[in-house]
């Protein structure tokens, strides 16, 4: 692989950064009015993605560059644990209200675009 393509493609992308940030809010609201209807799990759902959604948006300063590093790999592991039990919740409880999930759908999908976007730009650098 070329170190070009690699750097194009790891560049940092505003309206990445942004989408990635915000999915935990996104499903911090899906959990928040699945709780308002009464749904099972909403509760703990809606809990874990607002810890993660104030983990990501204020982090701590680290003098230290492997602490550091090892909150960036917190970060990254909630995140991933974070979807996970958000999809592992819509497919088995099947909750409603079904609109504020197909928001998280969305969210998902757009992420998906911007990958899509940056591999594209990334390869015509």
């Known amino acids: 692989m070329d170190s070009a393509f690699l ?3 790891l ?3 505003p309206v990445m950064h942004w989408l990635l940030m915000t999915l935990p809010l996104t499903i911090t609201l899906s959990g928040v009015f699945g709780a308002v209807e009464g749904e099972s799990g909403n509760r703990r759902l809606a809990v874990f993605a607002a810890l993660l959604t104030v983990w990501l948006f204020l982090p701590l300063p680290y003098g230290d560059p492997q602490i550091a590093a090892v909150g ?3 970060s990254i592991l909630g995140w991933f644990l974070l ?4 999809a592992r919740h819509v497919w088995i409880d099947r909750p409603a209200p079904v609109w504020v999930h197909a928001l998280v759908i969305t969210h998902l999908i757009a992420i998906a675009i911007a990958c899509v976007v940056a591999l594209i730009r990334a390869l015509l650098a």
């Open 11 to 13: 560049s940092p992308s």
């Open 72 to 74: 960036e790999m917190v």
């Open 7 to 9: 750097t194009h493609l």
């Open 83 to 86: 979807v996970g039990a958000w």
